[in-house]
Every structure is written in structure tokens, then in C-alpha cells.
């Protein structure tokens, strides 16, 4: 159960950097360079807010008491809430990248988060509300289905970001940028 939560979370992380690319602008947009430079560190931030919430969840061992365990889990995801919260105003309090349909990936960028959110505060909702001491066979197995399901969950929000490399001139800004280059050395510390 803990082990499926935390592949999703770090499925998640990995598919926000790839989707990302981090591998003259006018009408008060930000040229496509400006935008990247601005929003990796912002994903890096991310990134590590996330290791951070999650650090104490993968820490558990197998003889940590399950109530001891949801606890944390819970704990992580609210953190993780807060930071996604942090990530998707960032990303919407700056002007659009000064590209073709600019403003379309910025709004679908800024949603795919507010979506992976409302998911991690669901799933949140859930493990706050199961009552472990009081559960049977299927409760566990509908439990475990919900935790399974926030991984898939979590693709389809994430889906609308493949306009977002698939973008060339965005994909180019983001693999050029020194600060995407950053976040993606401080993501591969934490996916290591």
C-alpha cells in the first residue's frame, strides 16, 4: 500500500520533468527562455518538497504500525498539497511564454497541477477517514485499489502537459536553461 503511494508520487515527479523538457516576447508575455528560467526552479521547489514530505513516509519500516503509517502518509500529502498549491500560483502569476498557443499551456499546465492536488487531497480524505483497526479483507483490497488508482489518476492530469513539450520552441527553452538543468540535477539526487 505505502510502496503503490509512493511510485505514483514519484511516477508523478518524473513524468512533471520529462513532460517539462527539462531534460522576443511581446504583449507582456515572457519569452520562452524567460518562462523556463522562471519555472524550473519553481518545479525544483517542487521537487524538493517533495522528497521532504515523503522522506519520513519512505523512512517506514516493516514493522511500523499501520495507523503510525497512514498518519504520515496523510502528513505527506497535505505537505505535498501545500507545495502543489505553492507550484500552480507561481507558474499562474507569471505572463504567458511568448509562444504558439502560450496562453493554452499555461492554463493547462497551471490546471494539471490544481487536478494532481484535488487528487492528492482526495486520496488524503480517504486514508484520513479508513478506519484500519476496523478493517477486513475487502476493505483493505478496495483501500489498496485507491491507492493503485491515484498513480493512473495522476497520468490522466498530467496528459494535458504533452502540448506543453510538445511545443518546440518551449521544448528548446527548457532543455537550453541552466535553472531547468539545475532542477533536473536536484530531481535526479532525489529519484536516486
Given at each position: 500500500?505505502?510502496?503503490?503511494?509512493?511510485?505514483?508520487?514519484?511516477?508523478?515527479?518524473?513524468?512533471?520533468?520529462?513532460?517539462?523538457?527539462?531534460?522576443?516576447?511581446?504583449?507582456?508575455?515572457?519569452?520562452?527562455?524567460?518562462?523556463?528560467?522562471?519555472?524550473?526552479?519553481?518545479?525544483?521547489?517542487w521537487?524538493?518538497?517533495?522528497?521532504?514530505?515523503?522522506?519520513?513516509?519512505?523512512?517506514?519500516?516493516?514493522?511500523?504500525?499501520?495507523?503510525?503509517?497512514?498518519?504520515?502518509?496523510?502528513?505527506?500529502?497535505?505537505?505535498?498539497?501545500?507545495?502543489?498549491?505553492?507550484?500552480?500560483?507561481s507558474?499562474?502569476?507569471?505572463?504567458?511564454?511568448?509562444?504558439?498557443?502560450?496562453?493554452?499551456?499555461?492554463?493547462?499546465?497551471?490546471?494539471?497541477?490544481?487536478k494532481?492536488?484535488?487528487?492528492?487531497?482526495?486520496?488524503?480524505?480517504?486514508?484520513?477517514?479508513?478506519?484500519?483497526?476496523?478493517?477486513?479483507?475487502?476493505?483493505?483490497?478496495?483501500?489498496?485499489?485507491?491507492?493503485?488508482?491515484?498513480?493512473?489518476?495522476?497520468?490522466?492530469?498530467f496528459?494535458?502537459?504533452?502540448?506543453?513539450?510538445?511545443?518546440?520552441?518551449?521544448?528548446?527553452?527548457?532543455?537550453?536553461?541552466?535553472a531547468?538543468?539545475?532542477?533536473?540535477?536536484?530531481?535526479?539526487?532525489?529519484?536516486?
Amino acid at each position: 500500500m505505502r510502496k503503490s503511494v509512493l511510485r505514483a508520487v514519484a511516477g508523478v515527479v518524473v513524468f512533471v520533468f520529462v513532460a517539462a523538457g527539462c531534460g522576443g516576447g511581446g504583449d507582456g508575455k515572457l519569452k520562452a527562455a524567460e518562462f523556463a528560467d522562471k519555472t524550473c526552479p519553481d518545479l525544483g521547489d517542487w521537487g524538493k518538497a517533495v522528497q521532504d514530505a515523503f522522506g519520513d513516509v519512505q523512512n517506514l519500516s516493516a514493522g511500523t504500525d499501520p495507523e503510525t503509517a497512514l498518519k504520515k502518509l496523510s502528513s505527506a500529502l497535505g505537505d505535498l498539497d501545500t507545495a502543489t498549491a505553492k507550484l500552480a500560483s507561481s507558474i499562474d502569476s507569471r505572463s504567458a511564454p511568448d509562444v504558439a498557443s502560450g496562453d493554452q499551456i499555461k492554463k493547462e499546465l497551471v490546471d494539471a497541477f490544481n487536478k494532481f492536488r484535488q487528487l492528492a487531497r482526495d486520496l488524503r480524505t480517504k486514508i484520513d477517514n479508513f478506519d484500519i483497526s476496523n478493517a477486513d479483507s475487502s476493505d483493505l483490497d478496495s483501500f489498496s485499489s485507491q491507492l493503485d488508482n491515484f498513480g493512473s489518476d495522476t497520468d490522466k492530469a498530467f496528459k494535458a502537459l504533452d502540448e506543453f513539450s510538445d511545443n518546440s520552441d518551449l521544448d528548446q527553452a527548457f532543455s537550453d536553461s541552466k535553472a531547468c538543468k539545475d532542477a533536473e540535477s536536484q530531481f535526479s539526487a532525489f529519484s536516486s
